[in-house]
T-cell receptor, first 112, second 113 residues
Framework: QKEVEQNSGPLSVPEGAIASLNCTYS??????FFWYRQYSGKSPELIMS????GDKEDGRFTAQLNKASQYVSLLIRDSQPSDSATYLCAVNIPPGNTPLVFGKGTRLSVIA | EAGVTQFPSHSVIEKGQTVTLRCDPISGHDNLYWYRRVMGKEIKFLLHFVKESKQDESGMPNNRFLAERTGGTYSTLKVQPAELEDSGVYFC???????????FGSGTRLTVV
C-alpha cells in the first residue's frame, strides 16, 4: 500500500512563530513532492514543489526533503493568521506518469 | 490565464438518480485528473486522462462511474445510479505534464440523499 502520512493536527502556533509541518511517504522511489494549502471550503492550492534532497525556499515558505529518511517538511516563518488552513502533502509514486497521492492534511491554526 | 473550472459547484440528488459533473481544464494542459474527498478522508484519485485517452482509471470505485474527455478538452464524470456513499467533494485538476504540480478546480460538492 503506497501511502503518504501526515499528522492531522490541529497544529496551533502563535503569530510570528515558525510552523513546522511534516510528511512521510512509503515508496522509496518517489521523485516529486508537493505542498498544497487548502482553506476551508476551497480547492487545494499549490504552494511548493521539491524534487531534490535539501531545502528549497520561497518567501516565508521552506520545503525540506530527505529521501533517505523518506520525509518531506514545510516550514512557515513569521506565521500569520491568514496561514491558517489545511496543508496537504502530495507525492508522485513511481513508475512513470502516475497520479499524485495525497496525505490527509495537517490543519494549522495561527493564533493572533 | 483561466483556471480549472468545474460545474456545478453543488449538487443534491436522490439515491438512484444520475448526476453529471463537468470540468474544463486549463487550456493546453494534456493531463486531467479526477479526485474525490469523502468527509474526514484524504483526497483520493479516481481517474487520469492524457488528452482524450484514459491513462489510469484504477481509482474508479465501480462501474456506476463513467468519465469521458471527448476531443481532449473538457471532461465529464457521470454517476449513475448515485448511491449515498458517493457523497463528497469531487475535484478536477489539470497539469501540463509529468513532474508538474496540479492546478485544482473549486470542486463539486455532491450530496446524495
Amino acid at each position: 500500500q503506497k501511502e503518504v502520512e501526515q499528522n492531522s493536527g490541529p497544529l496551533s502556533v502563535p503569530e510570528g512563530a515558525i510552523a513546522s509541518l511534516n510528511c512521510t511517504y512509503s515508496d522509496r522511489g518517489s521523485q516529486s513532492f508537493f505542498w498544497y494549502r487548502q482553506y476551508s471550503g476551497k480547492s487545494p492550492e499549490l504552494i511548493m514543489s521539491i524534487y531534490s534532497n535539501g531545502d528549497k525556499e520561497d518567501g516565508r515558505f521552506t520545503a525540506q526533503l530527505n529521501k533517505a529518511s523518506q520525509y518531506v517538511s514545510l516550514l512557515i516563518r513569521d506565521s500569520q493568521p491568514s496561514d491558517s488552513a489545511t496543508y496537504l502533502c502530495a507525492v508522485n509514486i513511481p513508475p512513470g506518469n502516475t497520479p499524485l497521492v495525497f496525505g490527509k492534511g495537517t490543519r494549522l491554526s495561527v493564533i493572533a | 490565464e483561466a483556471g480549472v473550472t468545474q460545474f456545478p459547484s453543488h449538487s443534491v440528488i436522490e439515491k438512484g438518480q444520475t448526476v453529471t459533473l463537468r470540468c474544463d481544464p486549463i487550456s493546453g494542459h494534456d493531463n486531467l485528473y479526477w479526485y474525490r474527498r469523502v468527509m474526514g478522508k484524504e483526497i483520493k484519485f479516481l481517474l487520469h486522462f492524457v488528452k482524450e485517452s484514459k491513462q489510469d482509471e484504477s481509482g474508479m470505485p465501480n462501474n456506476r462511474f463513467l468519465a469521458e474527455r471527448t476531443g481532449g478538452t473538457y471532461s465529464t464524470l457521470k454517476v449513475q445510479p448515485a448511491e449515498l456513499e458517493d457523497s463528497g467533494v469531487y475535484f478536477c485538476a489539470s497539469s501540463p505534464g509529468l513532474d508538474y504540480g496540479y492546478t485544482f478546480g473549486s470542486g463539486t460538492r455532491l450530496t446524495v440523499v
